[in-house]
């Protein structure tokens, strides 16, 4: 077996990470995808030997594309147990959740849904901005990375799960959106706490 990893992610992230692994194993080969396409062409007829690793990458993996791996694929959710989906933050900030943290899970057919292997979780200020709760989800979920790639880098056999469950409602794209359209008439208290939640992504409707 010729074991490689694929890195499906952000172009701004992409050297950090591919750095990270290759420190652990040199010899490994380490590719990057920065989208489905380029995952495809990274994959191409060598899934059986290909381990995937999803870090803060909004695409959804196919189902042809998750059949064709031999190692357990895996995901870096940038959110708790309880926020599954796209945009967790914005929700958590919603609810004023009183913790935040991140999840890494197998990635199968179902989105955010497989069986989890890494969960850190920590208190949260009541007024935590939305910079400040992005900027820390991503400094944990870069912990979560290095857990994930320590492991990977030279172990082609899947991680221990650990006895947690995903919760809560699944957050879509078109959630998302719904959650930030404000009218235009909202209080200017209500207006501050979407733009607290949405921030540039807030929209007033008629």
Known sequence: MSYRIVILTKQVEAPFLLQFIRKENPSLE??????????RRAIATKGADTRLISFNSHTIIPADILDSLGPVPYNIHPGPLNYPGTYPVAFALKDRANYYGVTAHEIIEKVDAGPIVYVEQVPIAADICLEQLTDLAFTMAVTAFSFIAQHCAVNTGAIPHLDYR?????????????????????????????????GKDLVLTQ
């Open 30 to 39: 380490v590719l990057i995808a920065l989208n489905e396409n380029e995952l």
């Open 166 to 198: 995903w919760s809560g409602t699944k957050s879509t794209h078109e959630s998302y959106k719904q959650l930030c359209q404000m009218p235009a008439n909202a209080s200017t208290k209500d207006q501050e706490q979407m733009r607290r939640i949405c």
